[in-house]
């Protein structure tokens, strides 16, 4: 009876093992199909071939775009409904506490004096690629002044990024060629220079690319 029972469990044990190698050989077979059709590949070129590299995801499966909701079209996320922080402090004074002093907390913030870790003293300068830099503050507010040759942009600072190893700094531009139709002095975007704090000194942004709105490049 035992023997029988043991010749059992181990039937059992070699039909699972077989069954879960063959869903796998059968998973991987597929995978590796989809990478070879060219049919299945984004046509569009990858921006590392382009010298910039956004970001490290392929394409996005059709399966996932055909249920995946558009979230440009139909939204049901307004403003109003976003409670806050401070709307938890009340009920949870500690978890409100450990949270503010928590670096996901400075993640992303406005731009003051108890945000901004970057020296905006107007002394720090960098040089970058035949241009300079120049991090300075004015009517109150951050700066960044770039100039190339004849070619002067100033950037006014409203947001920060992180504030444990770099802090980088979002804004618009507030003088510069650009027409004044161009949605670089409304939209905020990603400013080309970013502070290490460890070494407490201006590095370019690296991951700073041009993006459209409205037909604009921003």
Same mark, same amino acid.
């Given at each position: ?7 059992? *469990?181990? @039937?059992?044990?070699?039909? !699972? +093992? &077989?069954?879960?190698?063959? =869903? ?7 995978? @590796?199909? !989809? ?7 984004? =046509? ?8 910039? /590299? ?16 558009? #979230? ?6 307004? %403003? +109003?409904?976003? @409670? ?7 009920? %949870?004074?500690? $978890? ?11 993640? $992303? ?15 720090? &300068? ?24 004849? &070619? *002067? ?18 804004? !618009? ?8 139709? #161009? ?6 975007? /990603? ?13 370019? !942004? ?13």
């Amino acid at each position: 009876m035992r023997y029988s029972l043991l010749q059992s *469990r181990r @039937a059992w044990f070699s039909l !699972t +093992a &077989v069954t879960a190698a063959g =869903a796998l050989f059968f998973f991987w077979n597929s995978i @590796a199909k !989809t990478i070879d059709d060219p049919s299945r590949r984004d =046509a569009r070129p990858r921006p590392i071939a382009q010298g910039s /590299v956004v970001n490290w995801w392929g394409f996005v499966p059709d399966e996932v775009r055909l249920q995946s909701l558009n #979230s440009i079209e139909h939204s049901n996320i307004v %403003h +109003a409904d976003y @409670a806050g922080s401070e709307s938890c402090r009340k009920c %949870h004074k500690q $978890n409100f506490a450990l949270w503010s002093k928590h670096p996901h907390r400075w993640m $992303n913030a406005l731009a003051d004096q108890s945000t901004v870790k970057g020296d905006f003293s107007g002394q720090a &300068v960098i040089s970058y690629r035949g241009g300079t830099a120049r991090f300075y503050r004015e009517r109150g507010e951050y700066r960044m002044r770039l100039q190339r040759g004849e &070619v *002067r942009r100033v950037y006014r600072v409203s947001q920060t990024i992180g504030s444990r190893f770099y802090q980088y700094y979002v804004g !618009t531009l507030i003088s510069g060629p650009e027409s004044d139709g #161009s949605p670089s002095y409304s939209v905020d975007h /990603v400013l080309p220079f970013g502070y290490w704090l460890d070494q407490e000194e201006w590095v370019p !942004t690296v991951h700073v690319h041009w993006v459209e709105v409205n037909g604009n490049q921003v």
